[in-house]
């Protein structure tokens, strides 16, 4: 299993911040969350949703000819936590290639330091995106 670069500045900013500056963290990531391009918002029904999370999150995962991977989430604002996460996933792992995504480490959420200030739903919704993407891509490159 391996990280990203990206996924390796998400780590280090996670890891120097104190305890209890992770969620504020995590909410700025939240903030940062690319909106859909408009050939998904006119077609929802090209989303899949991540059913591991309370709230509504759909994903997207398209691999282009060079097998490099490009990734859409959506997560509703009032729904932070979860949006933050999405923007995490999309940050450590848009624009990398395909074999890079498939091996990329599960455990990552414990590397950032916050599996004891959210939910252990909350971290089953990250690892439902995070499979759900894999699939995807997986499924794209047969």
């Known amino acids: 299993m391996s990280t990203t670069k990206g996924a390796q500045e998400i780590i280090e900013a996670f890891q120097e911040v104190p305890q209890n500056v992770k969620l504020e963290l995590l909410l700025e990531y939240s903030e940062a969350l690319p909106a859909l ?8 029904e090209l989303l899949e949703r ?10 997207f ?14 997560a509703p604002d009032e729904a932070p936590t979860t949006k ?12 990398e290639k395909a074999e890079t995504v498939l091996s990329f480490d599960e455990s990552f959420v414990d590397a950032l ?7 252990p ?4 919704g990250l690892q439902g995106m995070l499979m759900r993407i894999k699939r995807q891509v997986k499924e794209k490159m047969l």
């Open 61 to 74: 995962v398209e691999v282009d000819a060079e097998t490099t991977v490009h990734i859409f989430l959506t």
């Open 113 to 119: 330091g916050i599996t004891d200030l959210v939910s």
């Open 37 to 44: 391009p408009e050939r998904y918002e006119d077609h929802p």
């Open 121 to 124: 739903l909350r971290i089953r």
């Open 50 to 59: 991540v059913e591991e999370c309370q709230s509504p999150v759909y994903l």
């Open 84 to 95: 933050g996460f999405a923007s995490i996933l999309q940050s450590a792992l848009d624009q």
